[in-house]
């Protein structure tokens, strides 16, 4: 809308209530005309299918998970489709052994709950210096242990529920699996009676040190950190970027050279420093990788949607 095009959403189903009320503020705006912005939902893929074929869609701009983003990739190519995916990520949070955990903890691990670990730039794996491995692991359980599972109603609440059974079973399956190989440090039931209301699915703090393992290089898009050590900064960068997406990343020092330096090593299309998760408006995100192409936001996410057009004229001598 802003860079002056007509839009058809097409919601998630899960969120489809959600956008439905959005649509009817949009329809409260006075100015904006009858059929600009449209919305449709479904449970299939029908429709979106369509929208992807159809020659008077110019571009394409989708957010959800990278195997989908390849569908659509190739559904595209058909009509040479511009396209925008924001796709899957594994977050990768390097602590240093000259950060301050007291601070780091808390905030990973509010980085990695919010919206239950159902954000595509969630902080996900703890890459920790050995020299203070343990003491990252206790101060991130103490905070898993503090934090207060709930409905979203509930001012005290602090994380909310999965989005559906079929997410929160995905997830458990992969605790249970990864138990068979990997250290669950701690997996926090949700308090009574809230398993049987609702999707709820407490923290879990996992150490995984099989690099290939998919605990360690997929996307998790649930409650859980996963945890690992190293020695030093070539190894802490080799293990951050081993994964196949690289969306965000976070580092933690008290060195802030050393904070930038790594950052541009790592291949990740926002890497924040000393914090995780802080987005804006007009700074633009996006993926390295498998996590996607285009970019949200700022001046180049408008750009997805205009076209270069060169005009040259010569006047008559």
């Known amino acids: 809308l802003a860079a002056g095009c007509s839009a058809v959403v097409k919601a998630a189903p899960q969120t489809a209530i959600a956008n439905e009320r959005v649509f009817r503020l949009l329809a409260e705006v006075s100015d904006l005309p009858a059929g600009i912005v449209n919305m ?22 989708y957010t959800g998970s990278t195997d989908v983003g390849k569908q659509i990739m190739a559904a595209g190519a058909r009509t040479l489709k511009r396209l925008g995916l924001e796709l899957g990520g594994s977050a990768p949070c390097i602590v240093f052994d000259d950060a301050d955990i007291d601070l780091a903890a808390p905030a990973l691990v509010r980085a990695g709950m ?40 509930d001012p005290n609440s602090q994380m909310g529920p999965m989005i559906d059974e079929v997410g929160r079973q995905r997830v458990n399956n992969l605790l249970d699996n990864a138990g068979q190989t990997d250290e669950i440090l701690c997996r926090i039931d949700s308090p009574r009676g809230l398993a049987e ?12 040190s099989n690099p290939e393992s998919l605990m360690y290089t997929g996307e998790v898009f649930g409650p859980v950190l996963v945890i690992d050590g190293f020695d030093d900064e070539e190894e802490a960068t080799r ?38 998760g802080r987005t804006f408006p007009e700074i633009e995100t996006g993926g390295y990788k498998e996590s996607g192409i285009g970019r949200l936001h ?14 040259s004229w010569t006047t008559n001598p």
């Open 40 to 61: 449709f939902c479904e449970t299939g893929s029908d429709g979106a299918i369509e929208l992807v074929d159809s020659i008077d869609v110019d571009v394409v701009s």
């Open 114 to 153: 919010f919206m239950a670990g159902q954000y595509c730039c969630s902080a996900t794996r703890v890459l920790a210096h050995n020299s203070v491995l343990d003491q990252t692991q206790q101060k991130l359980s103490d905070a898993m242990g503090a934090l207060v599972v709930g409905p979203g109603n």
């Open 197 to 208: 209301s609702g999707f709820f699915l407490g923290p879990s703090l996992v150490h995984a």
């Open 239 to 276: 293990k951050a970027n081993n994964s196949r997406f690289g969306l965000a990343a976070s580092v933690w020092s008290r060195d802030l050279q050393r904070g930038h330096r790594v950052a541009n090593k790592l291949q990740s299309g926002t890497v924040w420093i000393n914090s995780h």
């Open 298 to 311: 700022g001046v180049e996410g408008l750009s997805e949607f205009l076209q270069t057009k060169t005009i």
